[in-house]
């Protein structure tokens, strides 16, 4: 973070400060809203930014744990998923010392989902494993069983 923008810095909360960053950005834009719609949105941008932070985390979790393999596994996934949920959890921790901070706990549960969603996105996006038996058929009306090698059979 730049020294200038500081919560510390301006002796300013920190909400108070993305809020008005907030502000400035849309009133750029010619946009005007009520204090409320305000702090709503940056609300929303919070929460939407915990649960991406997570799911970019899971995924790079799982990226380190299959190492040069390929695709997705059921224990790669559920790993990355408490490792993600552990240090969800321990962030929360550190934040309960942290002067104008505090632990949300449902913190914890949106970050979960997020690294979860990730998962589940892997999982539906997994690579088909190299040795599966794919089933061709040629122009001539024969049917053909090859390796997955990328080479047919004729």
């Excluded at 400035?24 to 649960?51: D, M, N, W, Y």
Aim: with cysteine; charged share 20%; hydrophobic share 45%.
């Amino acid at each position: 973070m730049l020294p200038a923008l500081s919560p510390n810095a301006l002796r300013v909360p920190r909400r108070l400060l993305l809020s008005n960053l907030l502000a400035a950005l849309l009133a750029s834009f010619a946009v005007s809203a009520p204090a409320e719609t305000l702090t709503q949105l940056h609300f929303l941008i919070r929460k939407a930014g915990h649960f991406v932070e997570y799911f970019v985390l899971s995924l790079l979790v799982l990226r380190g744990l299959r190492g040069p393999s390929s695709g997705w596994r059921w224990s790669w996934g559920l790993m990355a998923l408490l490792i993600c949920a552990g240090y969800a959890v321990t962030d929360e921790f550190h934040q309960y010392f942290e002067a104008g901070r505090g632990a949300a706990w449902p913190d914890v549960l949106l970050d979960s989902a997020g690294a979860a969603v990730a998962q589940l996105a892997a999982a539906l996006r997994r690579e088909k494993p190299k040795n599966e038996t794919t089933v061709r058929c040629s122009d001539s009306g024969g049917v053909h069983l090859t390796p997955e090698t990328g080479n047919e059979s004729r």
